[in-house]
């Protein structure tokens, strides 16, 4: 286990203890992640760009429009329950509420075992609760939950990419999208779309239905002009 | 050398084991450890320095609260013993957090008595732990320095 694996995850850290920010850091390090710790709700709300109700479009703020975050990818939020001014509830309620990040991941850390906390947490979205102090075990716990976050999200992208290209206009997304039926429910969609580069779509198809295990063959009938609902 | 390594190792072994024996490390401290590795060689050593400026600095926080003539103002020095609480049980600190958990239910009962006990108790037992822990990094060190490897030495 020699090699270092190129960190996968970026996940920002919320906690105004320094102490407990160097160990989460560590952590999230020794777990292959990226890590940005920021002390207080608000900051991590200006990192991601957003602010205390403003998704922003204020020149004042430290970062411009919700666009601009798209470069600075997080895959994860994780944060201190217990901290001055705007609490880790708040902070997730903040997330949850917006637009731009209703579908990140959040957890909570809290070095108090309050069964109430727990679940109000949980019922605002939050997707995981740690107890302190927390280990590895617990930070591997969150890996598939941000691969499949990060892989939904590439496919939502490459979705919007594709029928731009195609049309020139952005297809209707649809937020239930699941990452492994997807390639179904992408191909009649396709279809109903004036397929200018036909073959581009074909060989794209082939790849997709090879990987769902269908014959080649198969899948061709379907894509010559035939705009049959699957 | 490799019987001064192998003495010095069996040395290391017995005073770590000791120290999880007499309640000083928990497990936690153990987890610590596995966060350190070539990438963050003095990752134990960085976290237990700023460990003990903590215990300073809460204890600190407590005594001046403690000291008010007239109304002391039990939330101020359970805000501190909460952190120290937090910190100590983050680093493996097992009696340090022991102590912090009676701290702080004497803290809620405003006991005055209590809470100044515990705040003795406490720093005493802080210095303690650090005399004990820079005994052991010490051992590391002479292992090191004698061309050995320091030995993996869980609860």
Redesign the interface.
């Given at each position: 286990m020699g090699m270092?694996a190129e960190p996968q995850f970026h996940v920002l850290a919320v906690d105004d203890?320094?102490?407990?920010r160097?160990?989460i850091e560590?952590?999230l390090?020794?777990a292959s992640c990226q890590v940005t710790t920021v002390d207080s709700g608000y900051k991590a709300l200006e990192f991601l760009g957003l602010r205390e109700g403003v998704e922003s479009n204020d020149p004042d703020a430290v970062s411009t429009s919700p666009e601009i975050h798209q470069e600075v990818e997080v895959n994860l939020i994780i944060t201190d329950y217990c901290m001055p001014g705007m609490t880790g509830y708040d902070l997730l309620k903040k997330v949850k509420e917006s637009s731009a990040f209703k579908n990140m991941p959040v957890v909570i850390m809290s070095?108090e075992n309050v069964p109430a906390r727990i679940s109000r947490c949980l019922e605002e979205g939050a997707e995981e609760f740690f107890l302190?102090?927390v280990?590895?075990a617990d930070l591997n716990k969150l890996k598939p939950l941000m691969m499949k976050t990060k892989l939904k999200k590439q496919k939502l992208e490459e979705i919007e990419k594709t029928s731009k290209d195609e049309n020139g206009t952005v297809a209707a997304v649809e937020p239930e999208v699941k990452i492994l039926p997807l390639q179904s429910e992408l191909e009649p969609k396709q279809v109903h779309l004036q397929v200018v580069q036909e073959e581009q779509t074909l060989s794209s198809n082939k790849r997709k239905s090879m990987e769902e295990g269908l014959s080649t063959d198969r899948s061709r009938p379907r894509f010559e002009g035939i705009t049959t609902a699957v | 050398m490799d019987a001064l390594v192998a003495q010095l190792q069996m040395q290391y072994r017995n005073y770590t084991a000791s120290l999880y024996q007499q309640g000083f490390l928990d497990d936690?401290f153990t987890?610590l450890k596995?966060?350190q590795?070539d990438?963050?060689p003095d990752?134990v050593a960085?976290?237990l320095s700023?460990?003990f400026e903590?215990c300073v600095k809460l204890i600190g926080n407590m005594a001046r609260a403690l000291d008010q003539t007239g109304t002391v103002d039990f939330s101020q020095v359970g805000a501190s013993v909460?952190?120290l609480?937090?910190?100590s049980?983050?680093v493996g600190a097992k009696r340090v957090k022991g102590l912090c958990v009676t701290f702080k239910e004497y803290c809620e009962a405003n006991n005055y008595e209590g809470c100044v006990r515990c705040l003795q108790q406490i720093d005493i037992e802080y210095k303690a732990l650090k005399t004990k822990l820079q005994d052991m990094f010490n051992l590391e060190k002479q292992i090191v320095q004698a061309g050995g490897k320091v030995p993996q030495v869980d609860n």
């Open positions: 270092a203890s320094l102490f407990d160097k160990l560590r952590l390090q020794k070095s302190k102090p280990r590895l | 936690q987890e596995k966060l590795d990438a963050s990752f960085e976290v700023l460990f903590d909460h952190q609480k937090g910190s049980s983050s």
